[in-house]
């Protein structure tokens, strides 16, 4: 990574450009909304990012090689890693480090802090961002019980990313309450990640949801839809694959005018004690390629009728979680043990 580091790899820009050097972006900021090609090298990156004294390099390099192998394979032959396997295991810490690793994500999480300290008058500071993207790590066992989906785009459609590409919807839960059960181990999650402008890499709860096939062309609409979420997620680039030229980028900018800066939501659980949720937007979750089960929406209409008597909210989580115990004690002790350096961490991912 050198000086210059990105938040964004390198690889992934590169596999929706053409031209290896630059990407198409639609940037729009303070002073505006501009479509331009960028240099790949300045683009989602900044000199000493992560700070002069930070060791998350030695997490970070390591993993990009093995996410760009890792997710290209899955895009050219279309063949999903089986759960529990080595490449299943880099799937979900791929997904979990792209989440937090982001310039969106370090926004995200001072601004949450910030509302959070207020309401709970905490006086730290909070996680700086070598911590958060550590723990995000630690907690991968959270997330393995969620089975994974390949989606494809119609030759009339084309998925975006953007430099938060990870997103985290909840089409069980959207609209049922004031939170928006878009946690890791919430009830009803469904985690995209465009893989490239063809394929999209779904993780989805497999105790809320039914699936046909774990393969499939989806329809134009609902790319479309997943496009709005890379939207209304992004910081300040979205990624496109320059197919029609001015076309696309008027679509794109239709899907910018549908962006807002979303909410905090904060709630107090029955332990008194008080949460803010990450920002959440009014966009609906219109998937063709999942079916709510009528099992989840049964425990869904129990958890509502909790909330009508108790009014104090409380995780409406997901039984498959795996217990941690599960897993080795290497990992066992990353989960644990709060003062991880992230030097040590790196020889576990080596």
Sequence with gaps: MGNNEHYVPRWYQRDFSKDKNKVNCVRFNEYGIACEPRSIDSTCSGQYYYGKNSSIDAVLKPLESKQALL?????????????????????????????????????????????????????????????????????????????????KAP????????????????????????EPHIGIASKGIVIVFPLCPTHCLILYDRESYSVDKNVFTSSEA?????????????????????????????????????????????????????????????HRPELDFISIRDGAKKERARYLKYLEIRRKPRLFGRSSIPPLRKYSEAIQWLVDNQKLKLSDLGKYLA
């Design 71 to 151: 997710f290209r394979n899955i895009a050219s032959t279309e063949i999903l890693p089986a759960r529990n396997s080595d490449e299943h295991l880099w799937v979900v810490i791929s997904l979990l480090v792209f989440l937090t690793r982001t310039e969106a994500a370090r926004k995200e999480y001072r601004e949450q802090f910030s509302f959070t300290q207020e309401i709970n008058r905490l006086p730290s500071d909070g996680l700086n961002h070598d911590e958060i993207i550590e723990r995000a790590i630690a907690t991968y066992p959270i997330i393995t019980d969620l089975n994974l989906v390949l989606i």
């Design 155 to 178: 030759s009339t459609a084309s998925f975006v990313s953007s430099d938060s590409p990870v997103c985290v919807v909840n089409p069980l839960m959207f609209d049922a309450t004031s």
């Design 222 to 282: 609902c790319i479309e839809n997943l496009n709005v979420f890379q939207t209304l997620q992004a910081n300040e680039y979205i990624f496109y694959l320059d197919g029609d030229g001015q076309a696309e980028k008027a679509r794109l900018l239709r899907l910018i005018e549908k962006k807002d800066r979303g909410s905090h939501v904060a709630s107090t659980f029955e332990d008194g004690s008080t949460f803010v949720y990450r920002r959440i937007y009014d």
